[in-house]
């Protein structure tokens, strides 16, 4: 069964440090990739996705991530945190073509940015 | 568009209490999705339709059931409530380039 594996439980950065968030799945095959984001009382909402094409892709808010197919790894960055980015953020997995559409999520990382 | 709307957004619920979550798009997806969230746990699926008519199990279905009622609306179904339903429950939708929008959340306490 596909699983996905996000290693940091808690990540506190100080504003304008750099972020990397790690992002291993466990399918063998053609994946879609995904990074939601779920700021505090709010709802899940979609950062970056990746379909195909450059594996370097980038989201809303400064967000990027890129796609090591050997590695099996979606890393999420940012150049620089601001205290709004303080979150939890979830990598998500699916199945290309696959018949059951579901998304697999990572047990998420909870972002703390400090003034 | 109000996008996916969820009600109640709040609830308690005493054991053995049961209890439906409403769920409704209105974007003309196809497919709905039920979540619930736990601390440390991520997002788990519970059910989902990937089409009027039809529902599907997902991880962890036990203790619950679903109606597709139409296209837009998906409720949730808890028949007799158990603590470790304590949770926070999300619905979502699909479009067909396989982006999913959630709802805002129902929270869940049961005592």
């Known amino acids: 069964a596909q699983s996905v594996s996000q290693h940091n439980h808690h990540v506190i950065l100080s504003e304008a440090a750099s972020l990397e968030l790690g992002c291993n799945y466990s399918?063998?095959?053609?994946?879609?990739l995904f990074w939601y984001v779920q700021y505090p009382g709010q709802h899940l909402q979609l950062l970056l996705k990746y379909f195909s094409g450059d594996p370097l892709v980038k989201g809303i808010k400064g967000f990027e991530a890129e796609f090591i197919k050997s590695k099996f790894s979606f890393n999420l960055r940012k150049p620089s945190v601001q205290w709004s980015d303080t979150a939890e953020y979830f990598c998500a997995v699916k199945e290309y073509g696959g018949a059951t559409n579901k998304l697999i999520f990572g047990t998420g990382t909870l972002l703390a940015v400090q003034p | 568009n109000a996008g996916v709307t969820q009600t109640p957004k709040f609830q308690v619920l005493k054991t053995g209490q049961s209890m439906t979550l409403q769920c409704a798009q209105d974007?003309?997806?196809?497919?709905m999705y039920w979540y619930r969230q736990d601390p440390g746990m991520g997002l788990r699926l519970i059910y989902y339709s990937a089409s009027e008519g039809t529902t599907d199990k997902g991880e962890v279905p036990n203790g619950y059931n679903v109606s597709r009622l139409n296209k837009r609306e998906f409720s949730l179904r808890l028949e007799s409530a158990a603590p470790s339903q304590t949770s926070v429950y999300f619905c979502?939708?699909?479009?067909?380039?396989?982006?999913?929008?959630f709802g805002p959340g129902t929270r869940l306490l049961v005592l």
């Open positions: 974007m003309n997806h196809n497919s």
């Open positions: 399918y063998g095959g053609t994946v879609n």
């Open positions: 979502a939708s699909r479009t067909g380039v396989e982006t999913q929008y």
